[in-house]
């Protein structure tokens, strides 16, 4: 039988944490910490979902666009160090 | 600004250049359009389907056959379908947006001038208040900075502060409040760390969301430039 089950790792930077937080709560998601990065205010995160249901896709649909909003005002491009980025 | 969803073919008023989709289901939905006619060589009328119910700002689309067909014959899915999905929108995202929008209509005409002068000396600022608002954001999500990489970027500001260009700025130049009161406050944490090796430098909530948002503003009006190959002084100043 084929597994349904997919996964996807999203990198959260901390100012969307609290909401990236709520979706994956709200929907229960299954989740999992991969990564800490205190050094660069994000947190790494895995989450399993169920490949065609619709709830789920919803769910992971609102943190991708969350976290692309994100990313649209606040980079430009991948920041190696202060100086030089 | 108004835009055709790529999927639905309905205007939309885009926050982004660059949005294609109306909602985030238009985009999930063609995507998964293109993964239907990949996997079960199903073909999709160019028509789509028009949003069926509008929760809360969020159109939510009439799902694909094929999608539907395997939703119904599970009666677990069918359970979490009664729960009806609701677009969680981020604050902290959502705010940021409103301020960009609002301080733009007030703002935007106030970055450059028709007068070359005028523009010359804006020009010049802007490039530099750009990178070094970068740089503070950038700053602010690490754990801390060397005392002297702190020093640096306080001195940085003090030079623009200084410069002719900036002194010769229109009054209603929107940051020129805002750099001379971050440069107290750099200094300020200057003078509290005074022999500590590395400093933190922390922005509180509302001044992240400012500082985003000016430095939103600037991309929209001047190229990013790297710190190492800016000065900060003038040719004119001593």
Known sequence: MEDKNRFKTLTVPLDVLIDVVRIIKETELKNEITGVNENKSFIEIKIEYQNGLGFHQRAIENIESILDDYNHYRFEEVETDWRNS | MIKTCAYCKEEFDAKRIDKNY???????????????????????????????????GENVKTVLPEIRKQEEQNPAIELKKEKEYKFMPSKFVDEVGTLYK??????????????KLINKNLEWVNVRLRCLIEAVLFISERKSITFMDLAELTNSFIHLIK???FKKLPDNYPFKHFTTDFKNKLKRICVENEG???????????LKIDLIVYRCELRDVVPKIKFSELTFKSNTDE
């Open chain 2, 196 to 206: 500590d090796e590395e400093v933190p430098l922390k922005l509180n909530r509302k």
């Open chain 2, 22 to 56: 109306c909602s985030a289901s238009c985009r999930q939905l063609n995507h998964l359009q293109r993964k239907a006619v990949e996997l079960f060589g199903v073909t999709v009328k160019e028509e789509h389907v028009k949003p069926s119910i509008d929760t809360s």
């Open chain 2, 102 to 115: 609002t301080r733009s209509i007030k703002h935007t005409h106030n970055l450059f001038s028709n007068d």
């Open chain 2, 163 to 165: 410069s002719e260009h």
